[in-house]
């Protein structure tokens, strides 16, 4: 799993990246109400708005950690949004995007890095 | 503003100790949410009881021969009328009729006027109060004064167990008396929806009168964005969101805060306009919508009629964690406030369908007779 300073993970399976938001962020947001995920087709750019997580008290933009096509978006959200809060780096995946430029990838921060950032918070 | 030049609040330190995420608001470093976080708390107040510091907001002390005469000028509620031991809601207006403030004023005994203001407005506040008193009364700030809201359907037993005359009040008493020991000035009111009081107490007694209540395992400490949402929830307007100083208390759907006595003479700032608007002359209306579909429509999103047509804009909004829904309040033309009207709500760019509700979204439960 590899990470960016917006608190977006990704986990890569052969061309494929799963997209979530940290364990970290999940805690910040605070209870989740509802999550707008990108529809499947979708091309985005690394830094592009993908997803809203939406808490009781305010909007928060997810961006695409990599740049790719989206395949997938986890449906499962919609009726269950509270599953970002609950399984933030697992069941509560916003998106699968089909990489387009892989070697982002490799430049983002990996778990120790990440965790060496969140200690400068 | 750093966070170094930000106010604390005399509980500011039981905030920190109790897990609180503190945030700036209206000048002060105040708690948004504590270990339960935003869903939880709201749902423990309208279950249980909630308690809120709300020390930031201004409290004063009007004297003089008549104060309550010199402050109408100003503000538009009947307070000359207003009973000893009671309190009653009012807005402080500008020339013009628009709101510069939503406040609370009692006679809680014979020492004038009580006045709470709203944080983030007082100083604003209290100089346009003492210009209008001028010689004729005088504003006293009670900085050395701390402000606690107890609110929830067990917000009664609560307080009666440590200040049995509490249970003697209904809603819009507020008294002076002696309680935890100090000089203590109570009101059974709020802005939560719920039944509860707001306690205003010395400040070196603050932590301790906190911590005796938070001792009750009936009572929680709940942030600011539970009181957010249960006042959304309520169908409560804020000021510096739903009311500003181009929106009139009739716009905002306050009649009640323009008095009968008031209406009548007309002698209020801004009674030209108000007394058109009364008789129904109005351009825009405070209205409750249901987002039906998609995203929480948050301030600052516009309002379309059927046709797509920008008829108005979201003032609050958010999710009702009560109402198990995503509520918001905005303004729109009077032909469109009518309960059922179905409109849109543009949230990022997307239309999503909106029903006009009646207000409140969660049956508000003050206790008006005992």
Aim: with cysteine; net charge negative; hydrophobic share 45%.
């Amino acid at each position: 799993m590899r990470f960016t300073k917006d608190h977006e993970w990704v986990a890569v399976e052969g061309d494929v990246a799963t997209v979530g938001i940290t364990a970290y962020a999940a805690e910040q947001l605070g209870d989740v109400v509802f999550v707008e995920v990108p529809e499947v087709g979708k091309t985005v750019a690394q830094g592009d708005g993908l997803a809203v997580v939406e808490s009781v008290k305010a909007a928060s933009d997810v961006y695409a950690p990599v740049s790719g096509e989206v395949v997938e978006a986890n449906a499962e959200l919609g009726d269950a949004p509270e599953t970002v809060n609950a399984l933030p780096e697992s069941g509560g995946w916003f998106a699968k995007l089909k990489l387009s430029n892989p070697a982002e990838v490799d430049a983002l921060m990996d778990r120790d890095a990440y965790e060496a950032f969140l200690a400068t918070l | 503003m750093s966070n170094d030049d930000l106010k604390k609040t005399p509980l500011f330190d039981a905030h920190v100790a109790a897990g609180a995420r503190m945030v700036p608001f209206a000048g002060y470093s105040m708690p948004v949410q504590y270990k339960d976080g935003v869903l939880k708390e709201h749902l423990w107040t309208r279950e249980h009881a909630g308690l809120f510091d709300v020390s930031h907001m201004g409290q004063a002390r009007l004297r003089g021969e008549n104060p309550a005469k010199s402050f109408e000028k100003v503000v538009s509620a009947d307070y000359q009328g207003l009973k000893p031991g009671k309190q009653r809601y009012g807005v402080l207006l500008n020339e013009d009729g628009g709101i510069i403030d939503d406040l609370m004023t009692a006679r809680p005994d014979d020492d004038g006027l009580f006045v709470v203001v709203n944080g983030a407005c007082k100083d604003n506040d209290y100089q346009i109060i003492a210009e209008t008193l001028a010689d004729e009364a005088t504003v006293e700030r009670l900085e050395d004064r701390a402000l606690l809201a107890l609110q929830g359907p067990e917000a009664a037993a609560v307080l009666a167990a440590h200040v049995p005359e509490a249970a003697t009040m209904v809603f819009m008493d507020a008294r002076a008396l002696t309680a935890f020991g100090v000089d203590a000035i109570i009101s059974r009111s709020g802005y939560t929806g719920e039944d509860g009081y707001e306690i205003s107490v010395p400040a070196d007694a603050a932590e301790r009168v906190w911590n005796t209540l938070l001792a009750d395992e009936r009572v929680k400490p709940i942030g600011l964005g539970a009181r957010d949402s249960l006042r959304l929830e309520a169908g409560l307007p804020l000021y510096g969101h739903d009311l500003d100083e181009t929106v009139s208390p009739i716009e905002a759907g306050l009649n009640f805060a323009v008095g009968k006595s008031r209406r009548e003479a007309g002698d209020f700032l801004g009674a030209e306009r108000i007394t058109k608007e009364l008789a129904g002359d109005l351009s825009r209306i405070r209205v409750n919508l249901k987002v039906l579909e998609g995203a929480p429509a948050r301030e600052g999103a516009e309002i379309a009629d059927a046709d797509g047509n920008v008829i108005g804009k979201v003032t609050s909004g958010g999710f009702g964690p009560s109402f198990g829904g995503a509520i918001a309040i905005g303004f729109v033309p009077p032909a469109y406030a009518v309960i059922g009207s179905q409109l849109k709500v543009i949230v990022r760019g997307k239309p999503a369908a909106a029903e006009v509700v009646a207000s409140p979204f969660v049956p508000t439960r003050y206790v008006r007779k005992l």
